[in-house]
């Protein structure tokens, strides 16, 4: 079986590997470029701990092979914060919130949050809750997750009124 | 969970994947958005030798809504299915169904041609198109053809698909202005298959039902188009009596495994309550 070669732009870099196919996107990511930001949790496309970008939507990169990605644009965890590492709206809102306790869901869930507030950058709590139901989180029971991307959404909208 | 070995193959047009899938012989697999095929190699349940990947081919996606007949590429995923402003007029009933399968990330991957081909009897849109007699576009090296939705399924994970075809496209009618319509969906969580699902499509006029078709889900080894419970429909009012001529027609032909969702009687008895409460929501709904 022959290895094949990929070219990704990852958080705004350009990589190129040579991968086996059967890779899936999540090990490439955590394994082959050292992104252990998106975690493997039920490995089975239920979780959504492994969730990233990629081309502008959410998917699970656990049930993506890399060979899937090659020539796409894909944002992780750690392209979420700016480049001086300031923590992004949503992140300052988790932190703020107690939006988690072990924190094992938080990189699929704020990577996910990010993706749904570009989507929809008003959304009521029942479209945050539909917004993330791809993604599981075990200690919070959610209250405060949507809590925080509620908050971050409007931080958001309010930094954009007020740069207009 | 590591998959086994297979070379990948990424073609940039439908002719190119169909002579590849002719060369390559029957331990080569197409692959749309992957939902259902990479998990079953995950578990080595499919253990291709060659990936096709079909994401290059534009010929494969989209919706082209025209002359009464809507045609659905094949690649076209879920999310596409459900942003589409234009289909939602013409069949909300897809949009309903759609927005019952798994969640956002699996809707923005997984495509309506892997959820028809693939024959995995947990899927929804099989027995949707069931109810709107679709017809699938097989294409292979020896040209195009097309299998009736109905006639599709001959058990799980085994349809009319031959070897060295692809499912190009899914095409029926566009429904009457007017129709009525709803997918009722039992399920544990998001995410899930169906306990037991329902979809109806019914027409009427003047007081009277013209036209029902009703199709199940998950209540059998394949999705079950259940004709006799759309006829006990046809010609009444939808009175309480032909609705539950209709549940117990459909309840009959369930085949249910016992499983995590629920024993046997149970999901046959969940498919009966599906099809009673989308008859309802379809009656009201039509106009």
Redesign the interface.
């Known amino acids: ?2 290895k ?1 070669n990929v070219r990704m732009t990852v958080n705004g870099t350009e990589v190129e590997k040579s991968a ?3 890779t ?1 996107l999540i090990h490439f990511l955590r394994e082959e470029l050292n992104l252990t930001g998106p975690h493997i949790g039920c ?4 979780c ?1 701990a492994c ?1 990233v970008d990629l081309n502008g ?4 990169s656990c ?3 890399v ?2 990605a ?1 020539g796409a644009e894909i944002t992780t965890i750690e392209g979420i914060s700016g480049a001086d590492g300031t923590l992004h709206a949503l992140q300052v809102a988790f932190k703020d919130n107690h939006a988690l306790q072990c924190g094992f869901c938080t990189p699929g869930m704020i990577t ?1 949050g990010y993706r ?1 507030l570009q989507e929809n950058p008003n959304p009521t709590d029942d479209e945050i809750r ?2 993330i ?2 993604n599981l989180c075990r200690c919070t029971g959610y209250q405060n997750i949507v809590k925080a991307i509620r908050i971050a959404a409007e931080q958001l909208n309010t930094a954009e009124e007020a740069a207009e | ?8 193959h ?1 073609p940039a047009s439908l002719d190119a994947a169909i002579s590849l899938l002719a060369s390559l012989g029957e331990e080569a697999r197409v ?1 749309a958005g ?2 259902s095929l ?2 079953m ?2 578990l080595r349940m499919a253990v291709p ?1 060659h ?1 096709i ?1 079909l ?1 290059d081919i534009d010929d494969l996606k989209g919706i082209a809504i025209n002359a009464g007949t809507i045609t659905i590429g094949a690649m076209t995923t879920q ?1 596409e299915l459900i942003a589409s402003a234009e289909l939602e007029s013409a069949c909300p009933i897809i949009k309903e169904t759609a927005l019952l399968i ?5 809707r ?2 997984g495509t309506i041609g892997g959820n028809v081909a693939n024959g995995d009897p947990g899927n929804d849109m099989p027995a949707l198109m069931q109810a709107l007699d679709a017809q699938y576009v097989l294409q292979g090296s020896g040209g195009s053809r097309e299998v009736s939705a109905r006639d599709f399924y001959e058990a799980a994970y085994f349809t009319a698909i031959e070897d060295g075809e692809i499912l190009t496209a899914v095409r029926f009618a566009t429904p009457a202005a007017g129709h009525g319509y709803a997918y009722f969906k039992q399920k544990r969580k ?2 899930d298959y169906a306990t037991a699902a329902a979809a109806v499509i019914l027409t009427i006029d003047g007081g009277t039902c013209s036209s029902a078709s009703i199709a199940l889900t998950n209540v059998g080894d394949t999705p079950l188009f259940a004709q006799a419970a759309g006829e006990a429909l046809i010609g009444s009012s939808l009175d309480q009596g032909a609705v539950a001529a209709a549940v117990e027609a459909a309840k009959a032909i369930t085949d249910p495994v016992a499983d995590g969702r629920g024993p046997a009687g149970f999901r046959t008895h969940i498919a009966g309550v599906m099809v009673g409460r989308a008859i309802a929501c379809a009656a009201e709904r039509a106009n």
């Open positions: 079986m022959s094949i086996e196919p059967r899936l490995d089975t496309s239920h959504g969730t939507k959410s998917v699970k049930t993506i092979f060979g899937q090659d996910r749904l539909h917004g139901s791809g | 969970m590591i998959p086994g070995s297979f070379d990948y990424r692959v992957g939902h990479i998990p190699m995950k030798e990936l990947d994401q999310a798994a969640d956002p990330q699996v923005n991957v998001i995410g």
